[in-house]
Each structure stands twice: as C-alpha cells, then as structure tokens.
Nanobody
Framework: QVQLVESGGGLVQAGGSLTLACAAT????????MAWFRQAPGKEREFLAG???????FYADSVKGRFTISRDNARNMLYLQMNSLKPEDTAAYYC????????????????????WGQGTQVTVSS
C-alpha cells in the first residue's frame, strides 16, 4: 500500500521561501497524477498544484508564479518550491496521488485523489 510522507514545513517570514517534499513508499508513482493541497484552520482543503506526464502541470491562481511543483520519479519524490510566501499561505500542506492513468486535465477536487499524506505545517509570519 502506498504511503505518502510530507516534510519541509516550518516557520518562515513573509517574503521567504520553503521547499516541501513528499516521499512515496510502497509503490511507483511515476504514471500517476500527483498534487499539493493545503488546508487552513476553518477552511476547506484547497488545490494548489498538480502534475502528470500526459497533461503537464496546473497551478491554482493563488500560487501561480510563486510556487513550483516538481517530481523526481527515480526517487519517488514530489516537491513544492514556495517563494514569496505570504501570511495567508499559512496552512497544513498535503500531497496526494490520483490513481487514474488516462487524463485530459489535472484533477483538482479533493475527492479525485485517492491517497494522502499526513500533512506538514507551514506558518508564515508577517
């Protein structure tokens, strides 16, 4: 069974950068779409960025130009480079995998993703 484990969260000042990592074990994920979501207290889980070999990458408007998603299939790793962080980026960040292999677009709904990590907290101070 695939397990996803996020790391790299922490406390950073506004304008700073962080890189989150998601390690996948128990299976090879290179064929599947993977994505990053976040959830702030009292808010719904929000799609940030996703990628799949057949349709490329997709970013939410809230992070476009500031965040970059990437993956290392050889290492079964997913990354999220976050620049120009803002206090409103404070949230728990999650990686997720969608098991479908034939895609026409990057899935963006929470219920389209099948496996999730436990999350890593990012706090941006003003």
């Amino acid at each position: 069974q695939v397990q996803l484990v996020e790391s790299g969260g922490g406390l950073v000042q506004a304008g700073g950068s962080l890189t989150l990592a998601c390690a996948a074990t128990g299976g090879t994920l290179s064929s599947f779409a993977m994505a990053w979501f976040r959830q702030a207290p009292g808010k719904e889980r929000e799609f940030l960025a996703g990628m799949h070999w057949s349709v490329g990458t997709f970013y939410a408007d809230s992070v476009k130009g500031r965040f970059t998603i990437s993956r290392d299939n050889a290492r079964n790793m997913l990354y999220l480079q976050m620049n120009s962080l803002k206090p409103e980026d404070t949230a728990a960040y999650y990686c997720a995998v969608h098991w479908g292999v034939v895609l026409t677009t990057i899935p963006r709904r929470v219920d389209e993703y099948d496996s999730w990590g436990q999350g890593t907290q990012v706090t941006v101070s003003s």
